[in-house]
């Protein structure tokens, strides 16, 4: 009885021994290189300045993935009509198409700038909130003129982006996308 208490003891003695001494793997996490993403706005016609303030709005407010001009990334272009204000064919990811269709846009009652803002988020992998029409959030769509993402959707960009490059997602639903950029604004925002 002693005796195996004593071996007990000293089998625990030498585990802990070997926690203590092994090397730990939660030492200095590894930080991701901050990712970039490429747009062409040159065929976003009239909206194209927007398209570069848009990225700069999110640029100034998200640290591990940048929005920078070139090829071969997101194409942004402007139509004349389509299925909804904004369209993004992909979610989290770094080469897919923008449009964005003026006719729609001019319907919806949405600010321009912040359906450009709202599909540059898709591209950068938020999806839309419960809270549809929240004017706080860019993501909640609505007729609302407020550009701006929350500290909440930046931080949800920088958590995902934050951790290389994860699988990219599917667009939101056309049909989707249009009943979010066009809800009415939630009341008291
Ligand atoms: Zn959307």
Known sequence: MFRT?????????????????????TA????????????????????????DEAAEIWNTRVTNVKLVKGQAGITVTTAQNGSAPG????????????????????????????VIVHEFGHILSLEHPPDIGNCDK?????????????ADERAAVDRFWGRGQPPAKPGPDHA????????????GR
């Open 28 to 51: 200095a996490p590894q930080r991701a290189a901050v990712q970039t993403i490429y747009y062409d706005a040159s065929q976003a016609a009239e909206l194209s300045s927007q398209v």
């Open 87 to 114: 369209t993004a064919s992909c979610v989290g990811c770094t080469r897919g198409q923008i449009y964005f269709y003026r006719n729609q846009i001019k319907s919806s009652g949405a600010a321009p700038l912040r």
């Open 5 to 25: 208490r004593f071996i007990t003891a000293a089998l625990g003695g030498i585990a802990a021994l070997v926690l203590v001494g092994a090397p730990s793997a």
């Open 138 to 150: 860019v993501m909640a769509g609505g007729r609302c003129d407020n550009p701006y993402p929350n």
């Open 176 to 187: 989707d996308e249009n009943e979010v950029l066009r809800a009415p604004a939630l009341a």
